[in-house]
Each structure stands twice: as C-alpha cells, then as structure tokens.
Nanobody, 122 residues
Framework: QVQLVESGGGLVQPGGSLRLSCVASGSIFSIRHMDWYRQAPGKARDFVASITSDSNTIMYADSVKGRFAISGDNAKNTVYLQMNSLKPEDTAVYYC???????????????WGQGTQVTVSS
C-alpha cells in the first residue's frame, strides 16, 4: 500500500506565504511524477503544479506562475509547494497526487492525499 500525506496548510493574509509538503510512503518502487491540485468550495479540482522525479519537467497552471514553486526531494519521497504572494482566490483544499509504481508491480498507479486546507483572508 501507498500513502500520501500533505501538511503545511493554514490561514494566511493576502500577500503572505505558505509551504506545503507531501510525503509518499509504503511499498514504493519508483515515483514518476508528483503533482499538486486544488479544489475550492463548489468548484472542480484544478491542476496547480507538477514535477517529474528527475526534476527535469516542471509545469504550472497559469494562475500560479511566478508565485508558486514546486520542488522535490527524491531521497525523502517528498514534494513541496512554496506559495508566495497569496491571494484570496488561492483559498482551497490542496491535494497531492503521485504516479507511483509499487514494489513488485509493473503498473503505474495514481494516488491522492487527503488534502490540506489553505485559506487566504484578512
């Protein structure tokens, strides 16, 4: 079994910063890429950022380019999301997603964390 656990969410004022973390654990053979998504109340879950395990490919949603930075630590099976210049419209539950090959498997499966709340408000 594989688990993803996010942390680092909270309440922050507009213009502030937060750093989210997501740790993958369990029977992991390899991680292909790790991503962040977010879901605001009453809206669909949207892509935020993605990073491949070799960090060679990084992508961002247009809405966060220049403000958010994704990074990874392969040794710790961890991905981070540094969020700067936060806006009220960044308020959402942030979810970690990872494409993982489990030990003993040849299949790439998608796993989700439970989410962490980010609220940007004065």
């Amino acid at each position: 079994q594989v688990q993803l656990v996010e942390s680092g969410g909270g309440l922050v004022q507009p213009g502030g910063s937060l750093r989210l973390s997501c740790v993958a654990s369990g029977s992991i053979f390899s991680i292909r890429h790790m991503d962040w998504y977010r879901q605001a109340p009453g809206k669909a879950r949207d892509f935020v950022a993605s990073i491949t395990s070799d960090s060679n490919t990084i992508m961002y949603a247009d809405s966060v380019k220049g403000r958010f930075a994704i990074s990874g630590d392969n040794a710790k099976n961890t991905v981070y999301l540094q969020m700067n210049s936060l806006k009220p419209e960044d308020t959402a539950v942030y979810y970690c997603n990872a494409a993982i090959v489990e030990t003993g498997s040849i299949l790439i499966r998608s796993y989700w964390g439970q989410g962490t709340q980010v609220t940007v408000s004065s």
